[in-house]
């Protein structure tokens, strides 16, 4: 399975961002698909999460900002970020649990897109 994330870029503090994650491949079917991000000098990071069902959970810092959402149609999963942060700034990647059409498990992650937050 390949990921490819796109959307990031310099936005300022207060604005709208929204991050695309496509998946490509040999995909049966998507189980829990998430956002993380790594900040300079910091661990990676969960972002949001979202389940084959649609039930959802983010970190406590986005939580009333960015809202995930997925179409499995196009095997794709989305990130709205609202009233961004400085402190939003990082390398963002997509990652999903994978099912394939021979029946193996696997979770993928993407290259990451760089979003930065001026203040």
């Known amino acids: 399975v390949q990921l490819q994330a796109s959307g990031g870029g310099l936005v300022q503090a207060g604005g709208s961002l929204r991050l695309s994650c496509v998946a490509s491949g040999p995909i049966f079917s998507i189980n829990d698909m998430g956002w993380y991000r790594q900040a300079p000098g910091q661990q990676r990071e969960l972002v949001a999460a979202i389940t084959r069902g649609g039930s959802t959970n983010c970190a406590d810092s986005v939580k009333g900002r960015f809202t995930i959402s997925r179409e499995d149609a196009k095997n794709m999963v989305y990130l709205q970020m609202d009233s961004v942060k400085p402190e939003d700034t990082g390398v963002y990647y997509c990652?999903?649990?994978?099912?394939?059409?021979?029946?193996?498990?696997?979770?993928?992650w993407g290259p990451g897109t760089l979003v930065t937050v001026s203040s």
């Open positions: 990652s999903g649990d994978f099912i394939m059409r021979d029946w193996r498990k696997t979770q993928s």
